[in-house]
């Protein structure tokens, strides 16, 4: 039982490290400065609307709860990523808090 237990526990770590990834994809591993985000990508092709959904999508993926704390920091820079490309992208009905 314990075995089961801790393999569920182990693919779970695994979700949340997946979803860090598809949101770091989501909002470009490079400097904001290169504008290399699907976000700033749909932006720039005059979707704005589809820019938003995707910042909003990302927020969704992670404000997740872990207790792995390299998970946590990693989520917590990609929170601090979606808020610095909102206001790049003038989206200021974009959530204050958490």
Excluded: H
Aim: charged share 25%; net charge positive.
């Amino acid at each position: 039982m314990i075995v089961k237990l801790d393999c569920l526990y182990n693919r779970l770590c695994m979700i949340q490290i997946w979803t860090a990834c598809i949101s770091e994809t989501v909002l470009g591993r490079k400097d904001l400065a290169e504008r290399s985000s699907m976000i700033f990508w749909a932006y720039d092709l005059g979707e704005k609307e589809m820019a938003k959904e995707l910042l909003n999508f990302v927020l969704g993926l992670v404000t997740v709860q872990t207790s792995d704390e390299n998970i946590k920091s990693r989520l917590e820079r990609i929170i601090k990523k979606c808020y610095m490309i909102s206001s790049k992208i003038n989206y200021s009905t974009f959530p204050v808090s958490l």
